[in-house]
Structure formats: C-alpha cells, structure tokens
C-alpha cells in the first residue's frame, strides 16, 4: 500500500484528475451521498448567516456537540444584527462549552462589521467575504456554495484527507504545497450542477466513512480507484 512518509525526493508534482476520474468521483461520491447522507439542519437553510454560524462551529467541533449549540445560539441571536448588539462577554458565555474562544469573538466581529458596512447582511461576492477578518478561503467557499448557490470550492480537514487518499496517497498532505494543491483538485472535481450536494457530500464522507483513524476502506465505494486502498491509519 502507499505510504504517506514516501515523499520520493525529486518526484513529480501530482497530477490534477483526469475528465474521467472526475466523472467516476463525482458520480460515486453522489451515489453514496444519496443513501448515507445526514439531515443536518444546516443543510436545510439557505440563509448565509446560518450557514457561516455552523462552518464556524463546526471548524473545530464535531457534529453531535455543534447541533444543540447550533439551535441555541440562533435562538439567542436570530440574525447577524442582533449578534452585533450583544455584549461580546454574553457571547462568549453562550458559546461554552465549545472551546477555542477566538471563534465566537470572530463570529461577533463579522456581525458587527456587516452591520456597519452590509446593513447586516453578508454579501455574495468572494473578494469582499474574503475582506472580513475571521473569513478565510474555506468559510467563503462554503457560505458562496450554501447560501448563495455558487459554484465555489470548498477545503476542510476532512475535506483534503478524502481527495489525499483517493486522488494523491504519497507525500505530505499537511505541507503548503500539497494544500494548495488539494485546493485545485476541488476545484477540478467540483460539478457544474448539484455543487450544494456535492460539497456536503465530500464534508460527510470524510466525516463517517474515510475518517481520519478509522476509513471504512472493505465497504467503500471509491476502492476501486483509490490511490490509498486500502488505508492503515498508522502510516499517516
Ligand atoms: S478506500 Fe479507504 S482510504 Fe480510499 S476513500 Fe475509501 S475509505 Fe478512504
């Protein structure tokens, strides 16, 4: 099997996917999408600040812990308006137990910075998201794709891990290089239609079956033609 430690000196840079391994990826991925996919509330709105609230927390939280704070947070603060005239120590409090007290300090600065500049509102265009501090490439591309339908990459944990293993399988996938790489192979392997489904899908299958410790490798339906199969956990 491949190891990840064997980053060959002087190898080639990776390739991008072919047109026909971007096809098979994406028809799998959906495939598999359509019968293990979770109802998650967040998958059932179309407003950006919902959609920014939980990428924010699921950043560094899992499912299971987000979605109650999820429904009590937007219970406490319904808009990005009333987000903003709250006290920054109320939000904070609210935000417990979650952890990593930066994100919900961030969160009230975008609020408030939309107030100021967007009549509460965040907007649609990538550059000027991109424009908020606490906003970064992935938050955008996952806000764009959500809430407003665009054909927008997206690149988180679970994200890079799943295109790593199926698409790469050597090298270091936590170097710059390679991020900046993986970020392209999204790009590459994202659909014209179905982007929203797409996105969520390659979110859940890094999630529930090509997880970090434990991949689903015997029952997974990207075996076929995936560069890390099957996967040892310990070579990571
Ligand atoms: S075969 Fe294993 S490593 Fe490859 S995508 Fe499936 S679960 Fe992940």
């Known amino acids: 099997m491949p190891s990840l430690r064997r980053a060959a000196k002087g190898a080639q840079p990776p390739q991008l996917p072919s047109p026909n391994r971007r096809q098979w990826f994406r028809r799998r991925l959906l495939e598999w999408y359509r019968r293990n996919g979770r109802d998650l509330p967040w998958r059932n709105t179309g407003d950006p600040y919902h959609i920014l609230v939980s990428e924010v927390m699921l950043q560094q939280t899992q499912v299971d812990r987000v979605l109650p704070k999820y429904a009590e947070w937007l219970a406490k603060y319904p808009s990005l308006a009333a987000l903003a005239d709250a006290p920054v120590d109320d939000v904070t409090q609210t935000w417990r137990p979650l952890g990593y007290n930066i994100r919900p300090r961030r969160l009230h600065a975008i609020a408030r910075e939309s107030v100021e500049r967007y009549g509460g509102e965040l907007p649609s265009d990538e ?37 790593f293993r199926i698409f790469i399988g050597v090298g270091d996938p936590k170097s710059h290089g390679m991020k900046r790489h993986l970020w392209e192979v999204s790009r590459t392997v994202l659909p014209r239609r179905h982007v929203f489904d797409f996105n969520q899908a390659l979110m859940d299958f890094g999630a529930t079956h090509c997880s970090a410790r434990k991949p689903k490798c015997g029952t997974c339906p990207m075996r076929a033609s995936c560069a890390s199969y099957p996967f040892e956990a310990a070579t990571e």
């Open 127 to 163: 550059a000027t998201l991109l424009s908020f501090k606490g906003i970064g490439e992935y938050t955008a591309g996952a806000v764009l794709s959500f809430a407003f339908g665009q054909r927008k990459a997206i690149l988180d944990t679970n994200v890079a891990r799943v295109l």
